[in-house]
């Protein structure tokens, strides 16, 4: 059974502060994606990951930093938390066979940041 | 801009009665398209996929009907139940070399008992 788990499912944060979301999958997949959920804009990507220490922009990666030093986590970093990014967060991992495997999600993370 | 586009954000069926939730696109390029499931404070887990080969695919109560020529796809859930009630993505993916999703909007769906 494919587990996704990320590190908190709810966070309270201030402006400025930096935060650190994180995510281990279970399924030894080469694949990772942070993806943030808004109403009325369904699932953006931030930052995806092909394999350990690569990393690739999403549609919306302004304001985010990602890591993986580890094939099983993956790590989305908010340099300067502000307002606009409070928002319900989401991690996904998937295999090399995008028509076999689906992404598999974790939990979400809901961030507020006053 | 939207490559993938919901453009109902919300709907409401009578239990026992066929939910229709309906996608757009874009892209011609898209070859492969998915659907998910999402209930409050949950990721999105996987529902059915379809692959442009295809017209239909089908998995128990969920049909899933891909128009090419229209790009426009529609899953239908026959009969609907309330377990049923949560939001519903549509995802497209290409072969682009990469695995990425292009997710839609999403739809929520309340099932009526």
């Known amino acids: 059974d494919v587990k996704v788990t990320q590190s908190s499912r709810y966070l309270v944060k201030r402006t400025g502060e930096k935060v650190f979301l994180e995510c281990v999958q279970d399924?030894?997949?080469?694949?990772m994606f942070w993806y943030r959920q808004d109403p009325g804009l369904g699932l953006r990507l931030i930052y995806f990951s092909y394999d350990v220490k690569m990393k690739e922009k999403g549609d919306i990666p302004e304001g985010y930093s990602v890591s993986r030093e580890k094939k099983e986590r993956f790590s989305l970093i908010l340099e300067s938390a502000s307002t606009n990014q409070t928002s319900m967060y989401l991690c996904?991992?998937?295999?090399?066979?995008?028509?076999?495997?689906?992404?598999?999600f974790g939990p979400g993370t809901r961030l507020l940041v006053l | 801009d939207q490559q993938v586009k919901q453009n109902s954000p919300s709907l409401s069926v009578q239990e026992g009665r066929i939910s229709i939730l309906n996608c757009d696109y874009t892209?011609?390029?898209?070859?492969?398209f998915l659907w998910y499931k999402k209930y409050p404070a949950e990721g999105p887990t996987f529902l059915i996929s379809i692959s442009s080969i295809k017209d239909k695919n089908e998995d128990g109560r969920f049909t899933v009907f891909l128009n090419k020529s229209a790009k426009h796809l529609s899953l239908h859930i026959v009969p609907s139940q309330p377990g049923d009630s949560a939001v519903y993505f549509c995802a497209a993916s290409g072969d682009f070399g990469n695995e990425k999703l292009t997710f839609g909007t999403g739809t929520r769906l309340t099932i009526i008992p």
């Open positions: 892209n011609s390029m898209f070859d492969y």
């Open positions: 399924m030894d997949h080469e694949n």
């Open positions: 996904a991992s998937s295999g090399t066979d995008r028509v076999k495997e689906t992404q598999y």
